[in-house]
Nanobody, 120 residues
Framework: QAQLVESGGGLVQPGGSLRLSCAAS????????MVWYRQAPGNQRESVAR???????YYADSVRGRFTISRDNAKSTAYLQMIRMKPEDTAVYYC??????????????WGQGIQVTVSP
């Protein structure tokens, strides 16, 4: 029932910008921290940005100052604004909704992933 759908990916030149969107449905969106992950070929999946239920944000060192995560609870949507993009940003980007952990149980929902390619 719960679903996350990413959009806004594609091809961009170095120095360019993209904005990713993650539309949530079938869940109480405001109860979840939202996280953007990415995985490049041959690399481990990494968390690039996180926003808590209260709006506190965290960034990986590699994207700090260039990426901005935000959320609009009224629209049940999270965003990742990416500027001054680099070839190293090329990856499949995944949206994740992370709920509270109770005991060993955590509500965890994932989008299908969306390709971002930074290339001349």
């Amino acid at each position: 029932q719960a679903q996350l759908v990413e959009s806004g990916g594609g091809l961009v030149q170095p120095g360019g910008s993209l904005r990713l969107s993650c539309a949530a449905s079938g869940m109480f969106f405001s109860d979840y921290a939202m996280v953007w992950y990415r995985q490049a070929p041959g690399n481990q999946r990494e968390s690039v940005a996180r926003i808590t239920r209260g709006g506190r944000v965290y960034y990986a060192d590699s994207v700090r100052g260039r990426f901005t995560i935000s959320r609009d609870n009224a629209k049940s949507t999270a965003y990742l604004q990416m500027i001054r993009m680099k070839p190293e940003d090329t990856a499949v980007y995944y949206c994740n909704a992370k709920g509270d952990t109770i005991g060993t149980m955590t509500s965890d929902y994932w989008g299908q992933g969306i390709q971002v390619t930074v290339s001349p």
